[in-house]
């Protein structure tokens, strides 16, 4: 799916969040959405998902306007949103069940889907008995069930800890390559922007502008980040962010890049 965003601005009230977006994101690519807290990432996201309407301008997905949510356009919060009192193939088989999809071929899909992303024998688990790590794995399996056109994600590893985040990126990676969505994702980790990103947008504070676009599509990528030590750089001055307080920068720098 082709998201197209013409001219958007967006406030509440007197809050001006959002000034004159206008970019294209095509069918397959992968979009990241980078800049400070508070300076309307989400908001992007939330129009793209039909959960807010611009204030001006529209976006369109593959030239039709975006007025509503609908099952070709899945959002995915950094709370994975299971429900606690469901387990995880129910959690799962719940997002094919409200598009009335048949109750047995729903839970048939969530136990393949939880396979796909490594919990085969945690089906009948509940939320609670499994890690954060797993959780998000089941929110990812809900996200991908109905084979959405575009996955828009707001900081969905925001809250696990460094090694989980590297292997759920990889996974979600994985199954990126494997189904061909269009994928959106705000996120405030530079570094996994890097490693899963076609392009980079870095926005300004409130009200969000594009402060620059980076491009890593010829890029290869692995979690070994040394190649992109100048592009990262670029990004985290852009967000105010010298290289003296920056660990990653020195490392590198330490071996001669």
Sequence with gaps: MKLSFN?????????????????????????????PSGCGKSTLLHMAAGLEKPSSGSVAGDGQTIRGPHPERTLMFQENALYPWLTLQQNVALALEFQSVDKKKAAEQARVWLENVKLKGFEHYYPHQVSGGMRQRAALARAFISQPKALLLDEPFGALDALTRMTLQDALRDLIRQQGPTVVLVTHDVDEALFLADRIFVFSPRPAKVLKEFNLVHHEKTHD????????????????????????????????V
């Design 7 to 35: 001219n958007v601005a967006k406030h509440f009230g007197d809050l001006h969040v959002i000034e004159e977006f206008t970019r294209e994101i095509a069918s397959g690519e992968l979009v990241a959405l980078v800049g």
């Design 225 to 256: 980040l040394s190649e992109f030590a100048a592009i990262r750089r670029d990004i985290l001055c852009l967000l105010g962010i010298h290289a003296e307080q920056d660990e990653f920068a020195k490392n590198i720098e330490g071996v001669g």
